[in-house]
């Protein structure tokens, strides 16, 4: 009776024609936008070598563009971008956690142009972020499934761009390392969907990126747990005296307002710290990035995998790759300059002083008053 059935339904949509089968070979197949972009992987030994490797990329315009930068955790987020803001370079971070406008906003500045880097955290959002043209996606700690993994390559505009993900090896100097299985099993959903491994692993030579490690270790010393947290209140006490719906409440209350402007921490006091590091020396500039030139490998070690040649070619035509073979130097502005030793620059390019500050320079006084610390008010 069900074949009957079947025969029925059968002829009254396609009648007594047989129906066509057509049979693509793997060849004739054409690749989805996902495997023609290029998947990139770095693998690291710490947390130094990680923000190292990053630092490098960023300073020296290898990472150009608009890049969205995944990591698993909000403290994570604002840890990358407290380390980026060190450096003179801005950053902004879309928190789950914030309010729908506030996001909006961070995604909007980023497509104007404010902010070239877009700090993501791997959670559902209450909305959709459709982001364009994106050239550059950075998977900062390895995602745990293939979903997250593909989610991320999915943002990317340009057929040339290019996924990169930081693993830490196995044995790496890090508290609870899983990465390296992460990325085993990621290779294992790649050799099942596309029948090889889209990976192409940078040999990185750190001999060579290690010259900046003096200064990236100083900085990342500084991010405690305690600083990022206080950074994250910092926000939202910004975030809250900017808030529109909230500018009456503060009207009204103009002690209340007063009090929470003096608990927000100020940058301004904090202009002077840290401006040398947006100036790089030439003795400090790596020759080289690259150890060797990038090779394809394929994991498993299995005969019929389809060959690797075209992904070769792929990888070399990549944004990303080609601005590794040339490092162009870091951009100098003119504000740097004001920072550079005095003994080494005319008498005349230095700027004015006057003779009170001369005199204390002379006989080593204290030229600068001490910074005060924030008032501590109480509702």
């Known amino acids: 009776e069900k074949d009957e059935t079947f025969n029925d339904i059968r002829k009254a949509y ?20 996902y495997e023609s972009v290029g998947h990139l992987v770095i693998e690291c030994d710490s947390e130094l070598q990680k923000y190292l490797a990053f630092y490098t990329l960023t300073k020296f315009g ?13 403290q994570e987020a604002y840890k990358v971008k407290i380390f980026l803001e060190k450096f003179a370079i801005r950053s902004a971070v879309v928190n789950p956690e914030a309010t729908q ?25 209450s909305f959709k972020l459709k982001l364009s043209q994106v050239v550059n996606v950075i998977n900062f700690t390895t995602p745990q499934n293939i979903q997250d993994y593909v989610m991320g390559a999915n943002k990317l505009g ?4 290019s996924v990169l993900t930081f693993v830490y090896k196995e044995g790496a100097r890090v508290s609870d390392n899983k990465e390296h299985k992460y990325l085993e099993n990621l290779t294992k959903k790649m050799l099942k969907r596309h029948n090889r491994s889209l990976f192409v ?60 402007k003096s608990s927000v921490e100020s940058e301004y006091k904090f202009r002077f710290l840290n401006q040398n590091l947006d100036f790089v020396p030439d003795y400090l500039l790596p020759k080289h990035i690259l150890a060797s030139a990038i090779e394809k490998k394929i994991a498993g070690g299995k005969e019929n995998l389809a ?28 504000m740097t ?10 008498p005349e390019k230095l700027e004015f002083t006057s003779g009170r500050k001369l005199w204390k320079l002379k006989h080593k006084k204290r030229v600068r008053k001490a910074i ?5 008010g109480y509702i």
């Open 14 to 33: 396609i009648g007594d024609e047989n129906a066509v089968v057509i049979k693509l070979k793997e060849q004739t197949k054409s690749s989805s936008r």
């Open 201 to 260: 692993t940078l040999p990185i030579d750190w001999i060579e990126v290690n010259r900046l490690k003096g200064r990236v270790d100083d900085i990342l010393c500084t991010l405690s747990s305690k600083k990022i947290k206080d950074y994250m209140g910092n926000e939202i006490k910004k975030q809250i005296l900017n808030n529109k719906r909230l500018k009456e409440y503060f009207d009204e209350h103009q002690e209340e307002k007063d009090i929470l």
């Open 372 to 376: 005060k610390k924030a008032k501590d």
């Open 337 to 346: 300059l004001k920072y550079e030793d005095p003994k080494l620059l005319a």
């Open 158 to 161: 340009f057929d040339n761009s």
């Open 307 to 334: 060959s690797a040649d075209h992904i070769t070619g792929l990888t070399n035509d990549l944004i990303f790759v080609q601005r590794l073979n040339s490092i162009p130097k870091p951009k100098v502005s003119k």
């Open 62 to 74: 290898i990472i150009q563009g608009r890049t969205a930068l995944f990591v698993d955790t909000i």
């Open 101 to 125: 406008v506030y996001r909006k906003s961070a995604v909007r500045y980023f497509h104007a142009g404010q902010y070239d880097i877009l700090i993501l955290v791997r959670m559902k959002y």
